[in-house]
């Protein structure tokens, strides 16, 4: 699920919107805010973001930024935020050596095979550098460790970037 933030409305809230490919993300999406607002979009996150006013913040929660290769995510991301808009994003660390466009199955039904998606898997370190050739600043990289209670082993890559604003006197 990625959930762009957007404006600020005149009684004070946030307005925010969700894109997602996949209907039962956004079905879990109405069953967890039900009364929040949230604006749900049936399809291609970048495509979304790419038909919208700049936002404030897109964070992608295992989503379009995980499952969309960064070469064509970072920069429609960029292209989609205003000056000084931040980016968030969280997924799963790579497993050393596993770089690049990597197969996951994901369990379907008892009766059905796994769909097979592609995702993306970097060591930490590249990160922070494929954002700031996109115009990001104050980029961090972390893994955050798994729950210490739970059946969860694999920590959180968590990443954070702000896009640069222009120059004083620019445009």
């Known amino acids: 699920m990625d959930v762009p933030a957007k404006d600020i409305d005149t ?30 979009h049936q399809g291609d996150a970048l495509a979304f973001v790419a038909g919208q006013e700049p936002f404030d913040a897109i964070y992608s929660v295992f989503g379009a930024a995980y499952f ?59 990160w922070p550098p494929m954002l700031e050739r996109c115009g990001f600043e104050e980029v961090s990289a972390t893994v955050l460790p798994a729950p210490s209670v739970g059946k969860r082993r694999i920590g959180t890559l968590l990443i954070r970037a702000v896009l640069a604003r222009p120059p004083r006197g620019a445009g």
Request: charge should be negative; charged fraction near 25%; hydrophobic fraction near 35%.
């Open 11 to 40: 009684a004070g809230r946030r307005r925010g919107d969700a894109a997602s490919v996949v209907p039962a993300q956004l079905d879990k999406a109405r069953e967890r805010w039900p009364d929040s607002g949230l604006e749900l």
């Open 68 to 126: 969309t290769d960064p070469a064509l995510t970072l920069p429609g991301v960029a292209k989609g935020l205003r000056p000084g808009g931040v980016f968030a994003m969280s997924q799963n660390p790579a497993v050393e050596g596993c770089y690049g466009c990597q197969a996951s199955y994901i369990p379907r039904g008892p009766d059905e095979d796994p769909a097979i998606v592609k995702r993306w898997d970097h060591p930490l370190e590249a």
